[in-house]
């Protein structure tokens, strides 16, 4: 019996050390470089290997790195508050109120924007948002403004548009699929009690949509803060983000260290945010 268990065991380290090792080459790896690059410092165009907190220290103190992550955190915190507001109507209407024939058309037409290059999307928002783009042609077609608008390209508001338009999909998907795994007997069954159609929503259905809902938040959270190219694009001076200076100290300063030092302390705020999440939503995800 004992050596039976020995051959299963090692057929189970057989099929999963590939796996194990994908992940310690392309993960692991890869990340422990970044922690242990952010406490050397870099000397013009060599790399001291001493260890030091240098990098964190002026990090915390100089303003625009905190100004930066700041404004990373805000704008991704409002991508993802937008997309999900608009995503669960989205998500709500195909589950409850198209026919079951129709809703694999419907998710094919919700998944088309991602038939087009992420960067090809950025672009057309520029072309939309611009100073005489087709929004501000419009609105000026129709008299609507007398001038073009300026404070929706170039700054916070045109990236949260952008992202949230790009993140849309990723946020409908998840929902509607926790809306599916509702069993409509429930809603029934609270209708029958005496609830309002109100009521059964607010006590039953978001209730139990809300693991789709923590997910939608999460893959939208996470990814939208380390985006560097919708604020590089449509951002202007005052809608970069953290990952633009990350970009900017590795590949133009030359300072690998402090690049490392705040994706460590990027990554970190995403963790300690996700976890703060997770904790206040623990009861819907059991």
Known sequence: ??????????????????????????????????????????????????????????????????????????????????????????????????????????????????????????????????????????????????????????NSNAVVITLAHAFAPFTILPIYVALEKIDRSLLEASQDLGESKVSTFFRVTLPLAMPGVVAAVLIVFIPTIGDYVTPRLVGGPNGLMIANMIQTQFLKLNNAPMGATLAVLAMCAVTIISLIFLFFNRRYLR
């Open 1 to 154: 019996m004992a050596a039976y268990d020995t051959i299963e065991a090692r057929r189970g380290w057989l099929l999963v050390s590939p796996t194990a090792l994908f992940v310690l080459l392309l993960l692991a790896a890869p990340l422990a470089t970044v922690v242990s690059f952010s406490f050397f410092t870099q000397d013009f165009l060599t790399v001291d290997y001493t260890p030091t907190l240098n990098n964190y220290r002026e990090a915390f103190t100089d303003p625009i790195y905190r100004v930066l992550m700041l404004r990373s955190l805000w704008i991704s915190g409002l991508v993802t508050a937008v997309t999900v507001i608009l995503a669960f109507p989205i998500a709500y209407f195909v589950s409850f109120h198209v026919a079951p024939e129709r809703k694999a058309l419907w998710i094919f037409l919700i998944t088309i924007p991602f038939w087009t290059s992420y960067l090809l999307r950025v672009f057309l928002w520029k072309v939309i948002l611009g100073f005489n783009g087709v929004l501000n042609s419009s609105l000026l077609g129709i008299g609507l403004i007398d001038e073009p608008l300026t404070f929706i390209l170039y």
